[in-house]
């Protein structure tokens, strides 16, 4: 976690305006994507592909997808189960081999 002081510093070195600009091309050229950092960082936690958290999830690959790229968002019970994955993958490893 930085210091506030660090956060002072980042933040007087970026030019905000042009972040959103260009944040704004980009979704009016459909190159903007959201993705889910949940998902994501489940994901990377257990260093699994997609179709292999898709098949620990208990979801099919294309719904793993959509999460990622921000085009469904999980619901509830799916959102606690990556949370678990993030906190404690060897619990998630136990309960959902693949």
Known sequence: MKTEKELLERDAKRDIGKEL????????TGQGRVVYPT???????????QAQFAAMMGVSLRTLQEWE??????SGAAQTLLAVAIRHPKVLRELAPI
Do not use: F, H, I, N
Not at 39 to 49: D, Q
């Open 21 to 28: 600009l260009t944040a704004v091309r980009q979704m009016k």
């Open 39 to 49: 998902v994501a960082t489940a994901r990377a936690t257990l260093g699994l592909s």
């Open 69 to 74: 790229q921000g085009r469904r968002k999980p």
